[in-house]
T-cell receptor, first 116, second 110 residues
Framework: GAVVSQHPSWVICKSGTSVKIECRSL??????MFWYRQFPKQSLMLMAT?????????EQGVEKDKFLINHASLTLSTLTVTSAHPEDSSFYIC????????????FGPGTRLLVL | TQLLEQSPQFLSIQEGENLTVYCNSS?????LQWYRQEPGEGPVLLVT?????EVKKLKRLTFQFGDARKDSSLHITAAQPGDTGLYLC??????????FGGGTRLMVKP
């Protein structure tokens, strides 16, 4: 199997605070993890590609200082939304790929962030 | 503009009807995947097609990859309310990351 978990499932925070979201591959090692953002009734938008032990690659228009990504181990990547604002409210989804298998991504259940 | 265009964007049908969702691009993909996503959950992989002209069946779902590997279709026979969800196609080129289509939101009414 290929199970990916995310924590937390839901988070509500005040504007200006930072929020950390964890993405874990539970039964396989993931050299590459991806972070997506999804607005209501829309498709997934890739934010960044996270490689274990190196800096993340951000998509155009995604602020790297705003969305901090750390991929410190083969089973864990974290996304920190710094100084969150209401417009950061969204559904954040991570996925993980097995070594050599970038074409197959296994998705986490998502984290819904609401910034008040 | 979307690299992968999905159509229709929204589809509401009665239980028992058939439907087809299309995923089109001007680019060639090494593989194409179809996902289904329910509200508040992450996408779940349905199928991966890699060969031009390939047809895969998953119960009442039939997936086809175009001969030129630029397009794909998903056909559902005798749709059921449990098929309701967001269907996403995603293409990959030479091992690179996935590019998602805009999604097709399907509602099957009992």
């Amino acid at each position: 199997g290929a199970v990916v978990s995310q924590h937390p499932s839901w988070v509500i925070c005040k504007s200006g605070t930072s929020v950390k979201i964890e993405c874990r591959s539970l039964d396989f090692q993931a050299t590459t993890m991806f972070w997506y953002r999804q607005f209501p009734k829309q498709s997934l938008m890739l934010m960044a590609t996270s490689n274990e032990g190196s800096k993340a690659t951000y998509e155009q228009g995604v602020e790297k200082d705003k969305f901090l990504i750390n991929h410190a181990s083969l089973t864990l990547s974290t996304l920190t939304v710094t100084s969150a604002h209401p417009e950061d409210s969204s559904f954040y989804i991570c996925s993980a790929a097995k070594p050599g298998g970038l074409e197959t991504q296994y998705f986490g259940p998502g984290t819904r962030l609401l910034v008040l | 503009t979307q690299l992968l265009e999905q159509s229709p964007q929204f589809l509401s049908i009665q239980e028992g009807e058939n439907l087809t969702v299309y995923c089109n691009s001007s680019s060639v993909f090494s593989s194409l995947q179809w996902y289904r996503q329910e509200p508040g959950e992450g996408p779940v992989l349905l199928v991966t097609v890699v060969t031009g002209g390939e047809v895969k069946k998953l119960k009442r779902l039939t997936f086809q990859f175009g001969d030129a590997r630029k397009d794909s279709s998903l056909h559902i026979t005798a749709a059921q309310p449990g098929d309701t969800g967001l269907y996403l196609c995603a293409g990959s080129r030479a091992g690179n990351m996935l590019t998602f289509g805009g999604g097709t939101r399907l509602m099957v009414k009992p």
